[in-house]
């Protein structure tokens, strides 16, 4: 993204191997929301010029003397927790990292992973971020990584048992992963709201055990409540950026219901929740931004275990010169996810 906040692509300088930095010659990157909204409609947060991209994996071509005594090698098939924490601040001290009070993610204000090679601050090191892939993972799982991690982030704050009803607005890629979690936790009873045909027969083909409801042709209050035997849902996650589903989703949730906010949505957010509701039903609301190695571990294990496939969400790949084209499968053809390739591996 250029100082007008314009994509393009365009050569720039390598990245400069010190003694405390390790380079990541990236084999793929994906295209996540977050990426695909900076596409459409530029972002605030980003600080231009800027090379865009959080969700990678490659291997380190250069590892200083510093990521050597810290473990890494060359030749290491690696991903990156873009998310890097002081260590330093209360939240970072209690495990917290992606909620640093003086964060710096990749692709935002670091260099991120729409390039050939990435540098892995020191930084990033000291705190851990660089995650190693087990043999058995392939690319195109491994750099997928990252965002089911930030839904296993938002799980850990739901108490998912195996009884509960799961409502998930959104059938993209991350409301498909908070479903994939909520069966490896043994809950039978997942329902998914989406609006577009042809995505919710996609995804229903992937995930046949789902229910899903149509919002264009079904109340989604009334359906709910019919499919809990009028109970609601005991947990809800909003896995994408519509404010109306906020309201929906305390409206829909179970007493002592769990509700995470996952997806945010634009403008200052106000005005979308009832107190009251909160009150009277005592349900729990969660956030959830980014997520931490230590998570991106557990999702790489359970995907070396045979318990998490990632690789089937990946609709299509591109080269770097053709990342454009990329951004625009995701508008025009609702493509799952997009990775771009850097080269020949």
Known sequence: MDKNRKMLVKEMPEPVPTEDNAILEIKYAAICGTDYRTYTKGNDKIRPPRVLGHEAVGIISHAGKYARQNGLRVGERVTVAPAIGCGECWPCKTGHTNMCDSLMTLGFQLEGAFTEKMEIPGQAIRMMNTVRIPYNVTDFSAVLTEPAACALNAQNYLNVKEEDYMVI????????????????????????VEIAEERARIVKEMLPQITMINPKSQDTVKEVMRLTEGRGANVVITALSVAAVHTEALQIASKMGRISLFGGIAGDGKGFLDSNLIHYKELSVHGVHATTA????????????????????????????DVEKGFLAIKEENAMKILISMGDF
């Open 169 to 192: 607005y959104g059938s993209g890629f991350i409301g498909c992963i908070h479903a994939e979690l909520a069966r490896i936790k043994g809950v039978k009873n997942i329902i998914m």
């Open 294 to 321: 230590d998570y991106m571990r557990q999702i790489l294990k359970y995907v070396s275990d045979g318990m998490l496939n990632l690789e089937k969400y990946v609709s299509r790949v591109y080269p770097l010169a």
